[in-house]
């Protein structure tokens, strides 16, 4: 049996190479001034009204792939919600506030309101500057997390309602593909980007569909790492076996 394993790796590895070595042998030449896949993809930003390229290329150009990539954070913090759910050998006991130097305890108080700005602000400028949604959903999901740095373990808490942030994630996805099924009942491709008009260039309101798909992704992502970081904090900080921390 193991012998059969290990025919089957080889054999598939060297499939794997073969493919790779094929498609390097095709590529365009490194190096050069222009190349033909950023050539196509700047044209279709500026023809779609979208000035960020690349938010034109995650969620226009190449938006079903960007679903990809959502579905698998959304699976992988489902997949911890899981194994990090409490067992029956664990009970919770409330932690104890904890002493936090002053100038600690300032400066993320101070740092909070502003990070949370600055992670709303790449979300909602993603198809204008470099950002969106990933990037800003991160931002905005770890300004959140200053209270428990800067205050407690409770004060995050009381912010962080468990269930609004995982239906929030769960609708956020479902609004993507609502977006995506939208442009099929259109008449044209899955996730296409015609079902809106392109607005102004430069605006908030250009680019299509970019600007909504962005704000899904934005609060998927926002609402998975607090959901993600909201069980590893319950397992260090409240979750203890019956037997022993």
Known sequence: MNRLRLWLLAVGGAGLAALLVAACLDLPGF???RH???DRAVHASLARHTAN???SVNFDQRAYDTLGEMSILFAAVLGCVVLL???HDEHRARPEPAEVALPVRR?????LPGALLTGLYV???GQLSPGGGFQGGVVAATALHLLYL?????????VRPLGLYETSDALAVCAYLVLGLASVLAGTAFLANTLLPYGTFNTLSSGGAVPLLNAAIGIEVACAVVVLLAH????AVEIDEEHGS
Not at 107 to 111: D, H, I, K
Not at 150 to 158: C, F, Q
């Open 107 to 111: 400066y993320a108080l101070l740092v």
């Open 232 to 235: 590893f904090l319950d397992q």
């Open 36 to 38: 033909p896949y950023g």
């Open 31 to 33: 190096g050069g001034e």
């Open 85 to 87: 759910r409490q067992a």
């Open 123 to 125: 979300v909602a400028h």
């Open 150 to 158: 800067g205050a407690d373990y409770r004060a995050l808490e009381r």
């Open 53 to 55: 390229t690349i938010s």
